[in-house]
């Protein structure tokens, strides 16, 4: 039997995208009812992303990205353009628990959807609100992206070689490390209503999230005046402790302690390597490059899968540096229970579960990511708008021109 | 006044390093009481990481990384090795309504802590469990650093420049992601336990952790094949969407759009952009190469710093690549109330604060992170034990030397 935590709860998110469409989809893993509420003609731009018009179809309509997040939501089609569009948002969000949005600041209080607005007959809603850079101060007004946030942060001027141009780190990191933070404040908002009854407004931006990223550099900064700059796949904490290359790839190898580096050497057969400049920790980060080269030089003649494999036996921390593909279809992350699979009468696919584990929740539904407004007469009519008004409004345009009748 | 979201919940944590003294510290700053559990003599090791012993003084005797992630907490330093030790710490956790933890699986048990023993006396229990590669499968008994997983989960494979070798990400993002994504697991826990009475056990992983932040890569993968490899800067989605170098530093530039790459030519003062190659969005993709070389030919030219205002007023996407200190000192960071501040009196340190804001509380306390077991009789006396019994077991060395007498 499964246990839905969030069972009863209703969601109305407007949002778009990466980051809060990931919170959303935790929330709806957990059992609670998620309307995403899209522009009606094209809806979430994500629905497109990456993808041609062949792919697209392959991909039973849209983007792998948007399968990544939306999961387990009903979509509903509204042009807020219109007041009418905007009397059904507002109908909608009469009968939910938690509004979510991530519009440029003032754009939902223009809608007559802010939260000040709502919290008026609404005084128990939980509201959660997404920004770029924040809510307030002189960037507030600006919109921008995971990589432009990686710049604005220092994490992009930490991210590369030491002598070359820096890189982006090669995923959202701060966009989803935003939709957990969301996550953990929207939960975090409905535990205090389970105790007061009452509601709040809950804030993120990838401006949070990219500090929480890099807070212990701030913390050195700060404390020390100290900044650090990359340093390619190296650590200045210890070595060896970074990417060597193999015969036909590349492995991670971590043995900084003497015991560890022991037993890399001999598991190598690399005599070079047993030296007195490698003997203690404090040599070892003396002597770093010359260890590096060393230590380069005998791993790439091993092919990858034999060295990991050797090491692992001699309980060295290593680990391969595996392509998507190989990820992806990793053993260990089927062996957790780390993603989701569909039964094949519902599409058979796989999906990436939500990043932790409860044992009050068996199992969490798989439900495809929704077509664009699938669900909007059901829900709007579920949330009490007569069937005589959804038609007045449909023709009016309120869900676009998938519902405006032939005159 | 402040509201504490976490009034009254008591946590026995008994982690280290980074990802779950992240979560930890979390609760703590909502005003949870947390209880740092740690080894007596050294404590956990993030207090000397990254420092010598003058740097260690100078920040007040533990490292900046431990300031970033264990503020508001108390310490209380336990010999987990003697069975006195393990009775001192079942008796602070009898008294708790969450524990954390990152021992290997199966240490807990081992002392008489595991979640199925505590469960039985504490039925509303929120047990909290972190490991690096999950608690099941071939890799369960395996420690993993945060490099490591980003080679295992592919994300090391897509950063770095598309010729040359992998490079890490620059931060512990799959360490802190970790703490973030166990932050909602033990918010949903409280707030199912308001609801239904019931505890239960939660737990998150570096592997679960990594594959949530690569969950949109192994979605592609999985639905068409395709998988992603590195590409320094640049995004597969769109043109101008990258690092381009300027006289003295690097900006990101995104003007994707038509009409904002447009204003990017005409406030470059930049003939040589405007041709029919860059005309629209397809084209631009097309001639990816030649636009970014051309492009960077004119940033070049140009002061980082006027690069971005001369941009940016042109409302073109812009952002600096900042350094550490930079980012850290950033007007619009404190605009938004992105660090806490400590008076003078208590040290006059600042420190990342977590990564969302709640309208139901309006300060969150600053408490220096803790000296190692610095609050080890309040608390044990506080938790019920008898202070001869504290004294009897101390002289036993169940709370290290510093509390053993001498005869």
Redesign the interface.
């Known amino acids: 039997m499964t246990?839905e935590?969030?069972k009863g709860i209703r969601v109305a998110d407007f949002s778009r995208v990466f980051a809060v469409p990931a919170c959303a989809q935790?929330l709806a893993d957990?059992g609670a009812e998620v309307i995403k509420i899209e522009e009606p003609e094209r809806g979430d731009e994500a629905r497109y992303?990456?993808c041609n018009a062949e792919?697209l179809e392959?991909?039973g309509g849209v983007s792998?990205?948007f399968?990544?997040?939306n999961r387990n939501k009903l979509s509903v089609g509204i042009n807020l353009a219109l007041e009418e569009g905007r009397e059904a948002a507002r109908q909608i969000v009469s009968t939910c628990d938690v509004v979510l949005h991530n519009f440029r600041v003032g754009t939902m209080e223009k809608f007559g959807l802010g939260y000040e607005d709502l919290r008026v007959l609404q005084p128990s809603l939980i509201y959660g609100e997404f920004s770029a850079?924040?809510?307030?101060?002189?960037?507030a007004k600006?919109?921008?992206?995971d990589?432009?946030?990686?710049?604005?942060?220092?994490?992009?001027?930490?991210?590369?070689?030491a002598d070359?141009?820096?890189?982006?780190?090669?995923?959202?990191?701060i966009d989803?490390?935003?939709g957990?933070?969301?996550?953990?404040?929207i939960?975090?908002?409905?535990?205090?209503r389970?105790?007061t009854g009452?509601g709040?407004?809950?804030?993120?931006?990838l401006?949070?999230?990219s500090?929480?990223?890099?807070?212990?550099?701030?913390?050195?900064?700060?404390?020390?005046?100290k900044?650090?700059?990359?340093?390619?796949?190296a650590?200045?904490?210890s070595v060896p402790?970074?990417?060597f290359?193999a015969r036909d790839g590349?492995?991670?190898i971590?043995a900084p302690s003497d015991q560890m580096w022991d037993r890399c050497a001999k598991a190598l057969n690399a005599d070079r390597l047993v030296r007195p400049e490698f003997d203690t920790i404090a040599n070892r980060q003396k002597h770093r490059d010359l260890l590096v080269g060393l230590l380069s030089g005998v791993t790439q003649q091993w092919p990858v899968d034999k060295l990991v494999q050797v090491l692992?036996d001699a309980k060295v921390?290593?680990?391969?540096?595996?392509?998507?593909?190989?990820?992806?279809d990793?053993?260990?992350?089927e062996?957790?229970g780390?993603?989701l699979t569909q039964p094949e009468e519902d599409g058979g696919?796989?999906?990436?579960?939500?990043?932790?584990?409860?044992?009050?929740v068996d199992e969490i539904p798989f439900r495809s990511a929704p077509a664009l407004g699938a669900h909007t007469r059901t829900v709007l009519v579920a949330s009490g708008l007569p069937p005589q008004d959804f038609d007045r409004m449909a023709s009016q345009g309120a869900f676009g021109s998938a519902f405006q009748k032939n005159s």
């Open positions: 246990t935590i969030l935790i957990l992303y990456g792919e392959a991909c792998p990205s399968h990544a997040l850079y924040g809510p307030v101060g002189d960037l600006i919109g921008a992206n990589l432009a946030l990686q710049a604005h942060s220092g994490l992009l001027h930490l991210t590369g070689e070359r141009p820096p890189v982006r780190v090669g995923t959202a990191a989803l490390h935003a957990m933070a969301l996550s953990t404040a939960m975090s908002a409905l535990f205090h389970e105790r009452r709040q407004f809950v804030e993120t931006s401006l949070r999230s500090a929480h990223l890099m807070n212990y550099f701030y913390s050195e900064y700060w404390l020390t005046g900044q650090r700059s990359r340093m390619g796949t650590n200045h904490l402790n970074q990417v290359p590349y492995a991670v971590i692992g921390n290593v680990a391969k540096v595996n392509s998507v593909g190989e990820a992806a990793d053993a260990q992350l062996a957790i780390g993603f696919r796989k999906s990436v579960g939500m990043p932790f584990s409860m044992s009050e």
